[in-house]
C-alpha cells in the first residue's frame, strides 16, 4: 500500500503524497500538495527512481523520503 498522508479536511489518511494534486478519497475534496524539507524547510523537487517517487532538496542536496517530508496542503 502507497505511502498516504492525512487529509486536512476529514483526518482520512487517504491523500497521495506523489503527486502535486490529490483528491481525498474519503471527501472526495481537492488539495494542492507540496512537500517541504524537514532541515531547511525550502520546497522539495519530486523524483522519480524505478517508479518509487521522493524528494529531492536542491538547498541541501539530499534526497528526502515521502516519510520524512513535511507536506503544506491547500484545497484546490
Ligand atoms: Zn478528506
Ligand atoms: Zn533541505
Known amino acids: 500500500m502507497a505511502y498516504q498522508i492525512a487529509c486536512p479536511a476529514c483526518g482520512s489518511e487517504a491523500l497521495d503524497p506523489r503527486r502535486s494534486q490529490s483528491e481525498c478519497s474519503a471527501c472526495h475534496q481537492h488539495f ?3 512537500a517541504h524539507c524537514p ?3 525550502e520546497v522539495l523537487e ?3 527512481a524505478c517508479g518509487a517517487v521522493d524528494f529531492f532538496c536542491n538547498h ?7 516519510r520524512a517530508a513535511r507536506y503544506d496542503l491547500r484545497p484546490a
Open 46 to 48: 519530486r523524483v522519480q
Open 39 to 41: 532541515e531547511c524547510d
Open 32 to 34: 494542492v500538495v507540496t
Open 60 to 66: 541541501c542536496n539530499n534526497l528526502v523520503s515521502k
